[in-house]
C-alpha cells in the first residue's frame, strides 16, 4: 500500500500463483466513479443462456501473447530513441526511484510498519 502526501492510495495486490488464472488488471476508484483496464482475451463475445450468464473467451494464456503489442511499441519507440538520440521519457531516476520503493514495500512486509519515503 502507497500513500500519497495528499492521502491517495495505492494498493498493490501481487502474487506468483493466482487460483483463477494469471490474472492483471488495473482498477482506479475515485470519488467520481472508476476506471478498470480488464484482462486481455482472445475476443469480448459473451454467451448467455438459460444454464449460464455471462460466458466469456478464455482469457490469453500466457504473457508475451497479452503484450504482444506492447512489446512492439516500446522496442519501435527504443529505437526511435536511440536512432534520433532522444531522451526516454523514463530513465535513470525513475528506475532509481522504483527499486528504493521495492526495497521498502520488503523492509515493511518484515517489520509490518509504514516506510515513509521522500523523493
Known amino acids: 500500500m502507497i500513500q500519497s502526501k ?10 506468483r ?3 483463477f488464472g494469471y490474472d492483471q ?15 486481455i482475451r482472445e475476443n469480448e463475445t459473451s454467451f448467455y443462456s438459460s444454464n449460464s450468464t455471462s460466458n466469456k473467451s ?3 494464456n500466457f504473457f508475451i ?14 529505437s526511435k530513441f536511440i536512432n534520433k538520440n532522444i531522451r526516454p521519457l523514463a530513465e ?3 528506475g532509481r ?9 520488503k523492509k515493511s512486509l518484515g517489520s509490518k510498519k509504514f516506510e515513509k519515503l521522500t523523493f
Open 6 to 15: 495528499n492521502g491517495v492510495q495505492c494498493i498493490i495486490t501481487n502474487s
Open 17 to 19: 500463483h493466482c487460483s
Open 25 to 39: 488488471r488495473v482498477e482506479i476508484f475515485g470519488s467520481k466513479g472508476m476506471i478498470i483496464s480488464e484482462n
Open 58 to 60: 478464455p482469457l490469453l
Open 65 to 78: 501473447e497479452r503484450y504482444k503489442d506492447a512489446y512492439k511499441k516500446q522496442l519501435n519507440d527504443f
Open 92 to 94: 535513470f531516476e525513475e
Open 97 to 105: 526511484r522504483a527499486l528504493i520503493m521495492a526495497n521498502a514495500a
